[in-house]
């Protein structure tokens, strides 16, 4: 469940550094919840190809994240913002992170 939530979490700050085949197909699986055979069929591709997109895009989201730290960053910042009392400043911080 952590990885499910960290690759949308991935996908979310960088779905524009992919294809459109990459970004359809981890939607489906990914946020639509449909099975590998269920994409296979949509897409009139084989099962494994299917698996094959998906493992690559986490491995291009995973190297997107070593190299540029952005969820890395939103994360310690989200933790500082979290300590802050002002609501105020809370919020307008909380505003230009998303």
């Known amino acids: 469940m952590e990885n499910f939530v960290y690759y949308n979490d991935l996908f ?14 981890f939607q489906e699986y990914y946020q639509e919840d449909l099975s590998l055979s269920e994409i296979a069929e949509d897409k009139d591709i084989s099962r494994s190809a299917v698996q094959k ?27 500082v913002i979290d300590k802050i009392t002002d609501e105020k400043i809370k919020s307008e911080l909380e505003d230009i992170i998303k």
Do not use: P
């Open 12 to 25: 979310d700050i960088y779905n524009q550094l992919l294809t459109d085949n990459e970004r359809s197909t």
């Open 53 to 79: 997109t998906i493992k690559g895009v986490q491995e291009k989201l995973d190297k997107y994240e070593s190299i540029l730290k952005i969820y890395e960053k939103n994360t310690k910042i989200c933790n």
